[in-house]
């Protein structure tokens, strides 16, 4: 029996609703990944502004002013504004109460109106907290139609804290130098004299990071990357004392090998190999970047030529050492060198070598210049032995020092902004 006409009609009617109603929903649903996208990539932006505005606060927090939260102030609003969002079509705003200051991470922060000013040099962390609202939805409210529903302006926030830690280094020579009576002097030469055995005594020492007596690990740290994850001031090194032959080691780093040392693949060279001894540097001081009167390159000059070791012997234009080595060519140096020369060392009171334990606490580091190769054969006799000091490792001045890259919590460079949260 054929159904009546309005009962069709009615049906018709439902299923227009019910596929209007289905169409809302899924581009409800299409514009809820759309949306979040969009709030997503908001966020992502709001978020380099905010770290860009804690890292610059950070880098005022020095202790040094008694006005460096205002200045601390103005670093992180100037920084974070220079950032844009929105898809980089809006700027962003900061406001000087979105940039706050604590004394520790975890601690609580303020704004600096509402820090004493007895506390304002104690303040080592910059917070930035940045939001943004109004942002408008672009398919998703179109789920207002469904009953019970309202969806209407969507916001963000973002946060970034930031602090002032040591940065990373040149890595560490196997050598401690002795706390002398009266400090050191950049450009100074430190002597020291390798005797039996290679056995160092003097200005300085060979040292074991890791407190074994053993002249394998020394050689490893010369021909490898030196020791980069350094004890913290305080800690001990040991002295291993003489134990065999370092000087083939040490001497890669001139780009001249002997004793089973083949060439660059069994230790990185310098970028020169030029020696500075008394014989080819007579004025005993600043060969880092100071001035010959013989016309000899600093080290700076040097490496920036590539210059090659100079050759043993005594005559005009030789290094007045003896290495008995194989050195490589300028060329070699250019094409295989690094940062081998320029290095931190420890300074320790050796006298506390003397006890059972020979160990010593490191008091700080300094970086130095390794300024000449060892001579070969050297456990027979005495042979002098010079590195040029170059200023405390943390001065900002110090060849040693990083680009700005924060190391570890036991990094000794000078201080750089670093995200912390």
Request: glycine letters at 12%; one cysteine or more; a neutral charge.
């Amino acid at each position: 029996m054929q159904r009546p006409f309005f009962h069709r009609t009615r049906q018709g009617g439902a299923v227009a609703i019910i596929v209007a109603l289905s169409i809302a929903v899924l581009i409800g649903f299409g514009g809820l990944a759309l949306d979040s996208g969009q709030l997503f990539v908001s966020k992502t932006e709001l978020q380099n502004a905010a770290d860009a505005c804690a890292l610059s606060a950070s880098a005022a927090l020095t202790g040094a002013s008694a006005n460096q939260l205002v200045i601390a102030e103005n670093y992180g609003k100037t920084a974070g504004q220079a950032n844009r969002v929105g898809f980089q079509q809006n700027a962003v705003q900061v406001a000087g109460t979105d940039v706050t200051f604590s004394q520790t991470l975890n601690g609580a922060y303020y704004s600096k109106d509402a820090i004493a000013a007895t506390d304002v040099l104690k303040m080592k962390f910059a917070k930035c907290t940045l939001a943004r609202t109004g942002i408008k939805t672009w398919l998703i409210q179109v789920l207002n139609v469904l009953p019970g529903v309202t969806i209407g302006d969507q916001a963000v926030a973002s946060m970034g804290a930031a602090t002032l830690q040591p940065s990373q280094t040149s890595c560490a020579l196997p050598v401690a130098v002795c706390q002398a009576a009266t400090p050191f002097v950049k450009g100074q030469w430190i002597e020291g004299a390798v005797g039996a055995q290679d056995n160092l005594t003097g200005d300085f020492k060979w040292i074991n990071y890791i407190k074994a007596n053993s002249a394998k690990d020394i050689k490893d740290i010369l021909t490898g990357a030196g020791v980069c994850n350094l004890p913290s001031t305080g800690e001990k090194v040991g002295a291993p004392g003489g134990k065999g032959s370092e000087s083939a080691a040490w001497n890669t780093r001139f780009g001249i090998y002997a004793g089973g040392y083949k060439g660059p693949g069994d230790g990185v060279p310098d970028e020169t190999g030029y020696a500075y001894t008394e014989f080819s540097w007579p004025a005993k001081f600043n060969a880092y970047a100071g001035t010959s009167p013989s016309g000899y390159p600093n080290f700076k000059t040097a490496r920036s030529s590539y210059a090659a070791y100079q050759g043993d012997g005594k005559k005009a234009g030789e290094s007045g050492l003896n290495t008995n080595g194989t050195a490589i060519s300028s060329a070699t140096h250019q094409a295989s060198g690094s940062d081998r020369r320029l290095g931190i060392v420890p300074v320790v009171n050796c006298t506390e070598f003397d006890g059972g334990s020979h160990e010593a606490a490191i008091q700080r580091f300094a970086c130095v210049l390794m300024l000449h190769p060892l001579e070969q054969g050297a456990g027979g006799g005495s042979t002098r032995m010079f590195l040029e000091y170059l200023g405390e490792s943390n001065d900002p001045t110090s060849p040693c020092a990083s680009v700005g890259l924060p190391g570890s919590s036991t990094s000794v460079g000078p201080l750089v902004p670093s995200l912390v949260q």
